[in-house]
């Protein structure tokens, strides 16, 4: 990507506006920054929309013109100025003339040691790959298995072209455009993302991942996914990657709705490695992210995260637990280092009787990090012998960083059984002791004590994620011993 | 007219009763302006997310009490402790009643903080102390703004108070609905040791809106003990403001009984500043009707070494709603710190409310600090078992209960108190279990 300077950007500006004017620049690749009610438009007519799509976004827009950034996080950064942004450039091309020794050799070493084919670190890294055989071919084999059993997995663009029935019947309605400041932008501006579809008693034979979906390459910064498992159906998905993402984009707000009906179960892996900033806290991705999920009767949602990346995280998967005996899960790692923020947690919002709620969250913090659980329990009147267990625990390497819990605790029924419990601590001296005794070094031991920290989480992630998601962890905390 | 111009505006009557030349009184113009500026809490506040005090501040309250009302001893026995050797600071409507005090001392101080503020003998200690461990907000600034009575407490240096001492606040509501703003200062020196009873009553069945400070100080190995008993008329609403700023090996506890009143919010407020500290902070909480208790704690751990511990069970029937909402922090400095924060909850009720909030916020990474939460209800197995031995419902369930609140309860160190306490558990529940605990 070539350099951008201020000058030039008050030149394309200039020159947009008043030797063209806008419209004309609709067919060009890329939109000038700002954002209105045309841009929101331009968006949608680019993509080709119907109708309904279209005012949907227009509304969401109208919604959060009228909304202010929230600012009860436990995060401080400066506020992305949203007039300098550009809402829609097309999927970036890779640069034919780049080869990979153009590539940071910083990045190089981390793919090294993830272990990460040699194709696959181009295709990351931007550098233009031939042929990716592996992935090409793997990905048309999965479409058939998919095809034959029913199952639709395509960018959500593509499913309002062929399925608007159904992206029309559940878009918004878990995360409504009024919901919050990001979420009401993310409804205006989303320009691709992922929907899935799982028929009725059918159960997803393989792991549905972003990772596989050759579509997915530069989807922006606004992603959309819509997820639902019909009755009886069971569908294991997972989102993002555990390489590095040296993505440019200052600011992702993303939405994830999923609707697990009647017995459904709805696994929802999520690996997130953005570029957190440098080693003095410049740069990296603000990530504010808002995922929910509704669970009818019976039902399951059951969301894992690891989070390592990203300089400020704001994120809280959460679970209506709205019909009887549903369950919601949340198993959650946050890493953070050097000057990162995280705040993330959950919401579990008991509606149905003998609902139950599983809270397991991991929170290590390094160097200047800090690092916060937030969460909300919440047992409605009518939520009988409702069942929720929560767990919370911090580590701290040094004396620079912080750990934080907010939790939120409210009961409105007798019968309900909370439990919620938080610790935070350090790695024992003794702990490290024991293992330089029997020749492990410092680093090799913190990794080891780490692991051992969030095996609990690691625990639920598929097979192939935890091995390298293990990995991940001991890379974001290198150099943290001390 | 609201509240808030009400009493904005009748400041300059105020202004008339009090010595407007003293430093004391540019602290009250400045707390009003802050008090102007911040206005009551509203439930936007993240601290006040779960309190609204909207119902008590729509009521026309007088400001300040009219007339002087005795009381006689034997109406109003029940409610001190009176079988315990204490002294006695009692204020009506506000006002300090001789009558009912006892405050004659030696080598201590114990008296009234309207004479504290104006006689020069205590300036000394006024000028060190006052107003500077509170922390502003709405509440603590209106108090600022129109403080002029209260208890003052003062313990030299080496000494030990020789027997505890009881503050109680009658108000009698012969005015009608009336406001009242006591302000404690409570300095303990180097090396003393102070119990406190405090107590709120009201009289009537006219709405009373209580809004306390009291400032503490605890210096290097000094030990304060606090009990506040909260067992108030369903009309009265009380706002308690507690700051306590603590030195070098002190021990402080403060322990809150609270069972009854219709809005209580209780701020409570530990502020460590130096090494080798413990801060205890206990309360037992029983409802039922439709009032609300909200216990808002906070615990800075600044300096290493030091310990805090909480502990507060609440137990909550028919309508009413608890509020638990506990905050350790934890400075950077502050390494090798122990804090353990405890709320556990039993629900009776489909109509009762919890609402809990125990945050943790940490900064200094060699350090032990845990909090837990529970919400649950009593075991039906436990209730079977007894059941099954002849003891009744409902003596099975207070028994239950009391062993619930044990460890809290087990911490009161003056016997009269916890007998005291029992009964007022034991009438609540209405039971006579017929032994001591």
């Known amino acids: 990507m070539s350099k951008f300077t201020e000058d030039d950007l008050k030149k394309e500006l200039e020159t947009k506006e008043y030797e063209y004017g806008f419209y004309t620049d609709i067919e060009s690749d890329t939109f000038p920054i700002g954002l209105n009610e045309d841009v929101v438009r331009a968006i949608s007519k680019k993509k080709n929309e119907p109708e309904w799509m279209t005012d949907w976004r227009v509304d969401a827009f109208r919604i959060w013109s009228e909304m202010e950034e929230p600012e009860w996080a436990n995060v401080n950064y400066t506020k992305p100025d949203f007039q300098a942004i550009s809402y829609y450039s097309a999927p970036k091309k890779a640069d034919p003339n780049k080869s990979l020794d153009d590539v940071d050799p910083e990045l190089l070493a981390t793919f090294e040691k993830l272990g990460i084919s040699l194709d696959e670190q181009k295709k990351l890294s931007g550098v233009a790959v031939d042929v990716v055989v592996d992935s090409v071919s793997v990905a048309t084999t999965f479409k058939k298995t998919l095809n034959e059993k029913g199952i639709i997995f395509c960018s959500i663009s593509e499913a309002i072209q062929e399925h608007p029935e159904l992206v029309k019947k559940y878009i918004g309605s878990i995360v409504p455009k009024t919901d919050n400041f990001y979420a009401a932008l993310n409804s205006a501006v989303f320009t691709d993302g992922s929907f899935c579809y799982i028929p009725k008693g059918v159960r997803c034979p393989m792991e549905l991942s972003t990772y596989f979906r050759i579509n997915q390459g530069g989807t922006g910064q606004f992603e959309r996914t819509l997820l639902v498992a019909d009755q009886g159906s069971y569908v294991s998905y997972l989102e993002g990657c555990t390489a590095p993402s040296r993505d440019e984009n200052q600011l992702h707000a993303a939405v994830v709705e999923l609707i697990a009906l009647d017995d459904s179960e709805i696994k929802y892996s999520t690996v997130q490695n953005w570029f957190p900033g440098n080693k003095e806290g410049k740069g990296g991705v603000f990530n504010f992210v808002t995922k929910r999920g509704l669970c009818e009767t019976n039902a399951k949602i059951s969301w894992t995260q690891v989070e390592t990346g990203s300089a400020v995280t704001w994120k809280y998967p959460s679970c209506i637990l709205k019909g009887a005996n549903s369950v919601g899960e949340f198993y959650s790692i946050a890493v953070t280092n050097n000057y990162q923020q995280a705040d993330t947690g959950t919401k579990m919002i008991h509606l149905g009787k003998n609902s139950k709620s599983t809270i397991i969250s991991k929170g290590i913090s390094a160097g200047k990090s800090q690092n916060s659980y937030r969460g909300l329990v919440q047992i409605s009147p009518r939520a009988e012998n409702a069942r929720n267990f929560s767990q919370c625990d911090s580590l701290l390497m040094g004396n620079e960083c912080g750990a934080h819990t907010f939790p939120y605790i409210e009961a409105k029924n007798k019968t309900a059984i909370i439990e919620h419990e938080a610790t935070t601590s350090k790695i024992g001296e003794d702990q490290i002791f024991y293992c330089n005794q029997r020749g492990i070094d410092t680093e090799k031991a913190i990794a080891l004590i780490v692991n051992g920290f969030s095996k609990e989480v690691l625990n639920k992630l598929p097979m192939e994620f935890a091995v390298e998601a293990q990995k991940l962890l001991e890379i974001s905390l290198e150099g943290s011993v001390g | ?437």
């Open chain 2, 1 to 437: 007219m609201e509240l808030k111009e009400k009493l904005v505006s009748s400041f300059l009557a105020f202004e008339a009763n009090v010595d407007t030349t003293s430093p004391i009184h540019d602290i009250r113009i400045e707390a009003l302006k802050s008090f102007e500026a911040y206005g009551f809490p509203t439930k936007k506040l993240e601290a006040w997310k779960y309190t609204s005090l909207n119902s008590v501040i729509k009521n026309d309250f007088s400001i300040f009490p009219k007339k002087e009302i005795a009381l006689e001893f034997k109406d109003v026995k029940k409610y001190f402790i009176s079988d315990l050797d204490s002294y006695k600071i009692v204020f009506i409507d506000g006002v300090y009643s001789s009558h009912l005090s006892e405050t004659t001392h030696d080598k201590i101080d114990v008296c009234l903080m309207s004479s504290a503020l104006s006689q020069n003998r205590f300036k000394p200690v006024i000028d060190v102390y006052y107003n500077t461990v509170v922390k502003e907000d709405g509440m603590t600034a209106l108090n600022t703004a129109f403080a002029k009575e209260g208890a003052y407490i003062y313990i030299p240096k080496n000494i030990a108070a020789d027997k505890p001492i009881q503050i109680i606040h009658f108000a009698t509501g012969v005015d009608g609905a009336a406001m009242l703003q006591p302000r404690n200062l409570i300095v303990c020196e180097d090396n003393s040791e102070v119990t406190i009873i405090e107590r709120h009553q009201n009289l009537s069945e006219n709405k009373v809106f209580t809004n306390s400070v009291t400032e503490m100080y605890a210096g290097n190995n000094a030990h304060i003990d606090y009990y506040k008993i909260q067992n108030d008329t369903d009309t009265s609403c009380l706002v308690d403001n507690t700051f306590t700023e603590q030195h070098n090996n002190s021990v402080c506890s403060v322990h809150t009984f609270a069972f009854g009143g219709d809005i209580t919010r209780n701020n409570l407020n530990f502020y460590q500043k130096g090494q080798g500290i413990d801060s205890i902070l206990n309360g037992v909480t029983i409802l039922e009707g439709k009032t609300h208790v909200d216990h808002n704690t906070l615990v800075e751990h600044q300096e290493p070494n030091c310990e805090s511990h909480q502990d507060y069970k609440g137990i909550f029937d028919e309508k009413s709603t608890g509020v638990f909402n506990g905050k350790i922090i934890v400075e950077q400095e502050a390494q090798k710190t122990n804090a353990f924060q405890s709320n556990n909850n039993i629900l009776l009720s489909d109509k009762a409310t919890v609402n809990s909030k125990p945050q943790l916020e940490i900064f200094a990474d060699d350090v032990k600090c845990s909090h837990g939460c529970t919400i649950g209800q009593l075991d039906e197995s436990a209730l079977f078992y007894m059941r099954s031995r002849g003891i009744a419902t409902k003596e099975a369930k207070a028994l239950l209960m009391y062993a619930f609140a044990n460890n809290v309860l087990e911490s009161v160190k003056i016997p009269q108190l916890k007998t005291r306490i029992n009964k007022i558990i034991a009438d609540k529940l209405g039971v006579n279990i017929g032994f001591d605990l």
